[in-house]
């Protein structure tokens, strides 16, 4: 596989389920981010990890947990969710350098409906 | 606070028409700028990236540039193409390394 994969495509759950988003990049970049993308919104930046190592947390509810196994995954664990978090969670890879970021890759998203 | 207009917010247009897509910045303070296509339901496909000493950066029929002094980018598609209906965003990194996305531009092409 190339690119940025997520899975799974589509999820719904409860308010009361706990799942999990996942993310595997295969790029060979050092940095990943989670993004979320609501209808008539901006892309609200969430998370993202450098080299394995959280460096942003954008304010986001605690029922929101990243974890970074490895510089090619990233997960995304949900529990206890609002129906207001129904939104595309979308998955990005970058190769950071000492210029700053590079350029910005997405996988294909995972969309969540929350009941 | 750093925000992203996208202007015009939807677009139709017949094919073959050439045209010009905006995105301005509040804060003109951005060094990398990434154009994005996003169809229906998917992800976001990178399309163009404009790195900080660069002005503007061609592929294809796409051509984008910025104007750092300003704020602003234009993407141009020249002899649009019913395949380019789609959702295009831009995307300024600011200083911190924050991406800031505007809300894009629908883009529609009538054959």
């Known amino acids: 596989e190339t690119g940025v994969t997520q899975t799974p495509r589509h999820l719904v759950m409860g308010m009361t389920n706990k799942k999990s988003l996942k993310c595997e990049q295969h790029l060979g970049h050092n940095a990943m981010y989670w993004y979320k993308q609501s209808a008539k919104k901006p892309l609200e930046l969430m998370f993202v990890y450098s080299l394995e190592e959280r460096v942003e947390n954008n304010s986001v509810p605690s029922r929101f947990s990243p974890e970074c196994p490895n510089s090619s995954h990233l997960f995304l664990h949900l529990h206890t969710l609002q129906p207001e978090d129904s939104a595309l969670y979308l998955c990005?890879?970058?190769?950071?350098?000492?210029?700053?970021?590079?350029?910005?890759?997405f996988g294909e998203g995972s969309r969540l409906t929350v009941l | 606070k750093q925000e992203v207009t996208q202007i015009p917010a939807a677009l139709s247009v017949p094919e073959g028409e050439n045209l010009v897509l905006n995105c301005s910045f509040t804060d003109s303070a951005i060094y990398n700028l990434q154009w994005f296509r996003q169809d229906p339901g998917k992800g976001l496909t990178s399309l163009l990236l404009?790195?900080?000493?660069?002005r503007e950066q061609t592929s294809g029929r796409l051509n984008a540039s910025l104007d750092k002094s300003s704020g602003r980018s234009t993407l141009y598609i020249a002899a649009s193409q019913p395949g380019d209906s789609a959702t295009y965003l831009c995307?300024?990194?600011?200083?911190?390394?924050?991406?800031?996305f505007g809300q894009g531009t629908e883009l529609s092409v009538k054959p």
């Open positions: 990005a890879s970058s190769q950071e350098t000492h210029v700053g970021p590079g350029e910005l890759f």
């Open positions: 404009i790195q900080s000493s660069q």
């Open positions: 995307a300024g990194w600011v200083l911190g390394g924050k991406l800031i």
